[in-house]
């Protein structure tokens, strides 16, 4: 993990710090986002 930018991210999108997060809860926000994106 780093701070790094992520080119086609918008900055409206937003970052998860993925050092504070479990892998667990990490994989539920991408999930999460998905479906807000599909529905």
């Known amino acids: 993990m780093?701070?790094?930018e992520v080119e086609g991210v918008l900055l409206t999108d937003g970052y998860i710090d993925g050092r504070i997060f479990t892998p667990e809860e990490v994989a539920n926000f991408i999930f999460q986002?998905?479906?807000d994106i599909e529905n």
């Open 33 to 35: 986002r998905v479906d």
């Open 2 to 4: 780093d701070d790094g």
